[in-house]
């Protein structure tokens, strides 16, 4: 996690892109889409957590929909019945109750992610998350 070159972040860069992760891309995509109105060059540091938050909320989307279909195919094998069916009960059951919502193993790792993500974003920095930062950062030529 590091910014190159000391470049000044605002505090608004900081804030779209903090926001931008916890609601899956959907605040950072609509100041792409204001910047694009406004005619409004977006700074680096922005184009990143934006984009970052965009291809996670879509990688997340993505491995739910094939683990859900995988789990599907898998489950007619008569003695992975039982395994599945237990694994997909223990990431799914709520452990913790907050106010009132069900918060599972599943919640926890993803909001435990985003939560990585977003800080490091407030801090001002570009988080660094394993093979996704390398591809945001080699379409973004960084």
């Not at 435990?112 to 998350?129: H, V």
Request: glycine content about 6%; overall charge positive; hydrophobic content about 55%.
């Amino acid at each position: 996690m590091s910014s190159p070159n000391n470049q000044v972040i605002y505090p608004i860069e900081k804030i779209v892109s903090v926001l931008s992760y916890y609601t899956f891309g959907l605040v950072g995509l609509l100041y792409l889409i204001i910047a694009l109105i406004k005619k409004q060059g977006l700074r680096s540091f922005i184009r990143y957590h934006v984009f970052m938050s965009i291809f996670i909320s879509i990688t997340i989307y993505i491995v739910s929909i094939i683990l859900m279909f995988a789990i599907d195919i898998l489950g007619f094998i008569p003695f992975l019945r039982p395994f599945l069916f237990s694994l997909v009960v223990l990431c799914q059951t709520a452990i913790i109750s907050f106010l009132g919502a069900k918060i599972s193993i599943t919640t926890i790792a993803v909001y435990g992610l985003l939560t990585y993500l977003a800080g490091g974003a407030l801090l001002g920095k570009y988080s660094y998350l394993p093979w996704v930062s390398n591809v945001i950062n080699y379409n973004l030529h960084r």
